[in-house]
């Protein structure tokens, strides 16, 4: 460390280590008294911590001192004193949905300023421990303001790319993108917008289960959280005004029925059962018998009945040979014929089925580079 950046740091006192791996601390300025945090960073983007600093945005926390020596960035910035979205959750339990639509509001206002740099400027890991809420929330004081903190993993977007370089990201909230399958980009926080949006309404994550208490809003997260980046919302001003019209003016109409859960949500015009539920369906229902795969109590019933009228046919049918009843082998040969013209049907739709799939793996290798990238994102949940 330069004189320089030990002369600047000595006007700050260290308190205590907020995160020891991370070499984050607590410091106290020996003039003003005043309290702020200081980082010391191996990982990072300079020219967006920079940019910070001069931007001074709202809800952000304001960059004070940014050094850089031999790959180490050395920052001062604001102390927000508050408890993470994470910590909230642990001591209070999830969000309802007026409090859910405050923090994406703060978030996609936020966002939309860091996407509006030119180039963009990608934050990448929008998660509950980097969300800090403020209020007084023992006194039962609604949230007051929201801060996204910790860029040191963001990245400003660059067009000639087609793919991120390095693999970072927090598991279950990064998208797919940025497991190496293309450039992260505006749309990468959109997917963790709706992650986030579902973590604080049911405390679950994307691949454990969508909330279900309203479709209009699983819609949202739904569509945030679309493996194809063109699928999901473009920027985080249509994010914003998606919850704005779902969450709370057009079809909420107050506050009080967002708390009490009063609302009726008219679902009888969904078919699909997992739809109608807010529900993905599982990947596993694929697999199942034509007639169960949907769900629906219907199709299952009337499915059954055909199997096993079917299967009870061709173990009992008796076949004549010249008015002679046939016995022995060909007996059972005959009967193996029936049940192959019981299946044959199926056995078409398989192949037919199968030309899909290859299909759909030549599709997604020109979008994502190869077919171990398509089987990657299949099999961590992503489609």
Partial sequence: MN????????????????????????????????????????????SI???LQQSKLPYVPQIYECMEEDGTLYLIEEYIQGITLETYIEQFGCLDLDAAGRVIEYLCRTLEKL????????????????????GDFKKGQGIVSVYLIDFNTARVFDAERNRDTELIGTRGFAAPEQYGFLQSDARTDIYGLGVLLNYMLCGKLIRDGIYEDYPEVSQIIRKATQIDPEKRYQTAEEMMQAVYQSMCFDTYTDKESLNDKTVTVETSAISD??????????????????GFREGKVL?????????IFWIYFCLTVEVKDHGEPLSGTWLYVNRFVYFMMFIITPFFGIIIWTFGIIFRLYVHRRRYGSWLDYFYIQWHGFS
């Fill in 273 to 290: 059962p997992y739809e109608r539920k807010g529900k993905i369906r599982p990947a596993w229902t694929r697999f199942l018998p034509p």
């Fill in 3 to 46: 004189l320089e950046i030990q002369s600047r740091l000595s006007f700050y006192r260290r308190l205590e280590e907020v995160e020891h791996k991370k070499g984050i601390s607590l410091v106290r300025h020996i003039e003003t008294g005043q309290i702020y945090v200081e980082k010391i960073l191996t990982q990072y983007d300079k």
């Fill in 49 to 51: 911590y920079d940019w």
């Fill in 115 to 134: 996407h509006s740099h030119i180039p963009p400027i990608v934050h990448r890991d929008i998660k509950p421990t980097n969300v800090m809420l403020q």
């Fill in 299 to 307: 199709n299952m019933v009337v499915a059954a009945i055909y199997y």
